[in-house]
């Protein structure tokens, strides 16, 4: 006996179909369960070596940081008069639409 019995002439492909649903979804949680349970150990450990590697130093405290130093500022000393006589002889780029002179 089983579900194709139910109806007066059996539906053996319903069965089939129920079976092969069943076995899909099972696969599926059980694809979800192993990758969850991968991902939260693999975070876990990553987050120990981090801890473990960074204990005691100044990194850990934000004192250091591995960004370069900022570049220094040009100092012009053109006054700005000077300034915009320098920028009317720069050559434009063809896109801004204007032209050099």
Do not use: C
């Amino acid at each position: 006996m089983g579900i194709a019995h139910i109806f007066d002439p059996p539906k053996y492909w319903l069965g089939f179909l129920l079976v092969g649903l069943l076995i899909l979804v099972l696969i599926g949680v059980g694809a979800a369960i192993g990758l969850s349970k991968l991902n939260a150990n693999s975070a876990t450990q990553r987050w120990k070596n981090m801890s473990r590697e960074n204990a005691g130093s100044a990194a850990s405290s934000g004192a250091t940081s591995n960004k370069p130093p900022p570049l220094p500022k040009k100092k012009t000393d053109l006054s700005e008069a000077d300034y915009l006589a320098a920028q009317q002889s720069r050559p434009r780029p063809p896109w801004t639409g204007r032209s050099a002179t």
